[in-house]
């Protein structure tokens, strides 16, 4: 992708007929997203009144003791892949 | 284990355990739906409690899909180590033995001494998270069965250093 390349980009952007059009095609684009993301509301966990519910009981006193309880054998996993994938200090032949 | 099986053993080991966890992420979490990661803390039969079940899935999937990514670092190390053993025997018989060593490992702690979840919930500890442990011990056996094979019939490939 050379000059040629950039510089016809430019004039083809600079016409005034695909201004009008790029203009049109956004406009369409952006009203359509609006009308489609209005009443869903996707995200449950952001504004809705069972987002407040969800939140208390994942924030709640137990938020650390169940991290770790996920977290725990995953971890030991980790140790054990470390374990096998470090080289042993000095010479070795098979164990 | 010899030093030259080291590097495509870690490699496999973490390939297994990632792939073994996804499998039960996948299989059992969401399309089966037996199970949710805290649901035996956490019960998902209403909405707020799927939903908070569900972002501990998350966390769970965001952990193993960490131990596949260090899994593909290792492969790539592993092919990048001159003399390291890149047979496809041990390949396999490592990535067996992480996904056994991943259900023995995941069902002793979470199934039984933590209790954060069991195979078929609503049956809670049963016969389905013995056999699952089974099924893992089966994996790592035959795992190390394979991987044995592999050092003491084949030299395998070798890697070269470019």
């Known amino acids: ?95 | 284990m010899t030093s030259r099986m080291r590097p495509l053993l870690s490699a496999g080991l973490a390939l297994g355990i990632g792939m073994g966890s996804f499998v039960d992420g996948i299989l059992f979490h969401q399309i089966l739906q037996f199970h949710n990661m805290l649901s035996a803390r956490i019960p998902n039969t209403d909405y707020v409690g799927a939903k908070v079940n569900m972002v501990w899935d998350g966390f769970f999937h965001a952990g193993v899909w960490t131990i596949t990514a260090i899994g593909i670092l290792l492969l790539w190390r592993a092919g990048r180590t001159a003399g390291a053993d890149m047979s496809g025997r041990l390949l396999c018989g490592a990535s067996l033995m992480g996904w056994g060593l991943f259900n023995l490992i995941e069902g002793v702690i979470d199934h039984h001494l933590l209790q954060l979840h069991h195979v078929y919930e609503p049956a809670g500890l049963s016969i389905w998270d013995y056999l699952f442990l089974m099924w893992g011990a089966l994996m790592l056996f035959g795992g190390m069965a394979i991987c044995w094979r592999a050092r003491r019939f084949g030299q395998g490939s070798v890697a070269i250093r470019p």
Not at chain 1, 41 to 69: E, K, M, V, Y
């Open chain 1, 1 to 95: 992708m050379g000059r040629p390349f950039v510089y016809a980009l430019r004039r083809k952007l600079a016409t005034s007929h695909f201004r009008r059009d790029w203009r049109v095609r956004a406009g369409l684009a952006s009203a359509l997203a609006g009308i489609g993301a209005g009443p869903a509301f996707a995200c449950t966990l952001c504004p809705s009144a069972q987002a407040i519910s969800i939140r208390a009981r994942l924030f709640g006193p137990d938020l650390w003791a169940n991290l770790a309880a996920v977290s725990l054998p995953l971890l030991l996993l980790l140790a054990i892949i470390a374990r096998i994938a470090r080289e042993p200090r000095g010479p070795e032949g098979s164990s």
